[in-house]
């Protein structure tokens, strides 16, 4: 009885496998990236859109009832919002919601990283000469306070624009005794997000390398 030969050819479909596996590997990398790119986006969108849209509404007494004592001042904020104001600023909003004052500040397109960081650091300093730090925005032993959040960006990226997005967040919760600047535009730690930001692409696996594993 004659012996069946070994057939040399794969199965149907077997060749793009390895294929598949590796474009499907590519949008997993390109989703996940897009997601990381567009976090500051998000959180600046929603910040802006909460501020604009709540900031008529008045803050409930008995939540903070014996707190939030001096209260801040509707001619302080006017006041605020003046100081802030400058040949380099777009616009400006201070929003008072609830025990947060809430403070955007849209910066001129070509203004560098560093001039922005400053500017942050600057409107700290002008609420501080109108609000001490001490008095308004740190917890007393018995008593909350505000807190207070600057942000500070050039851009907001709407797929239209071609300059590059620096956002800076410059805070300072009541319960904590320093300030914080943080930078929202850039990833915490680059070699995580690089690889996620800018994928290397692999050589697509050919039939003769499929046919050779």
């Not at 008045?58 to 001096?70: E, S, Y």
């Not at 740190?138 to 300059?163: A, C, F, R, W």
Request: glycine letters at 4%; hydrophobic letters at 35%.
């Amino acid at each position: 009885m004659a012996k069946k030969e070994k057939s040399n050819h794969s199965a149907p479909g077997k060749s793009g496998t390895g294929k598949g596996k590796k474009n499907r590997k590519s949008n997993i990398i390109l989703w996940i990236a897009l997601i990381v790119f567009l976090i500051p986006c998000l959180i600046l969108g929603y910040i802006i859109l909460d501020s604009t849209g709540n900031q008529h509404e008045p803050v409930t007494a008995d939540r903070f009832k014996g707190d939030l004592d001096p209260a801040i001042k509707d001619e302080e904020l006017k006041e605020i919002e003046t100081a802030l104001k400058s040949d380099t600023v777009e616009s400006v909003s201070v929003n008072l919601r609830q025990a947060t004052l809430r403070i955007l500040i849209d910066t001129n397109d070509d203004l560098s990283k560093e001039a922005i960081a400053a500017m942050a650091e600057s409107a700290y300093g002008q609420v501080a000469n109108v609000l001490p730090i001490d008095t308004y925005f740190t917890n007393q032993k018995q008593k909350i306070m505000y807190d207070l959040e600057i942000h500070v960006y050039n851009v907001i990226p709407d797929g239209e624009t071609s300059t590059a997005q620096i956002y800076y967040l410059k805070s300072k919760n009541a319960a904590e005794e320093e300030p914080l600047l943080e930078l929202l535009s850039e990833a915490k730690n680059p070699e995580v997000a690089d690889p996620l930001l800018n994928p290397k692409t692999e050589p697509e696996e050919t039939n003769e390398d499929a046919q050779n594993q």
